[in-house]
């Protein structure tokens, strides 16, 4: 990471509904990235008083992403065990960029539909769950 540029980290749970399919990409060197969009409910009311929901967009990588490739489909329930990384950059003129993204190093699949038996994804070990 270059010298003017800095990282903090903080970890979240995200627990939610796939909102569309999963996309990825292979970096030039192979490794592969895989971005889900996480539907969370938030505190705002449509006119039926259901509540509305953001979308959060979660970065997995490797083994994990295509876990969540083969997994994740529009609407499975999922959550997510989180970091989220702010790198902020100094601008030319004076001010800072900031960029946050939530990288998800486990994933649990909620629902019952399972692949072969599994019932949950995660980078290594057993699930945040403790499972």
Avoid at 31 to 45: Q, T
Avoid at 58 to 72: D, I, Q, S, Y
Avoid at 109 to 115: A, G, K
Avoid at 118 to 129: L, S
Wanted: charge should be negative.
């Amino acid at each position: 990471m270059p010298s003017d540029e800095k990282l903090s980290a903080n970890f979240v749970i995200l627990e939610g509904r796939i909102g569309e399919q999963p996309t990825s990409k292979t970096t030039d060197n192979g490794k592969l990235i895989v971005g889900l969009l996480v539907g969370v409910e938030n505190n705002k009311r449509d006119e039926a008083d259901r509540p509305g929901v953001d979308y959060i967009p979660v970065t997995v990588f490797g083994p994990l992403g295509e876990t969540c490739l083969r997994r994740c489909v529009i609407g499975a329930h999922v959550c997510c065990q989180c970091k989220v990384g702010v790198w902020e950059k100094q601008r030319d003129d004076g001010g800072v960029f900031r960029n946050v993204q939530i990288m998800a190093f486990q994933v649990a699949f909620l629902d019952n539909v399972s692949e072969a038996g599994e019932g949950e994804a995660e980078a290594d070990g057993e699930d945040f769950f403790g499972r």
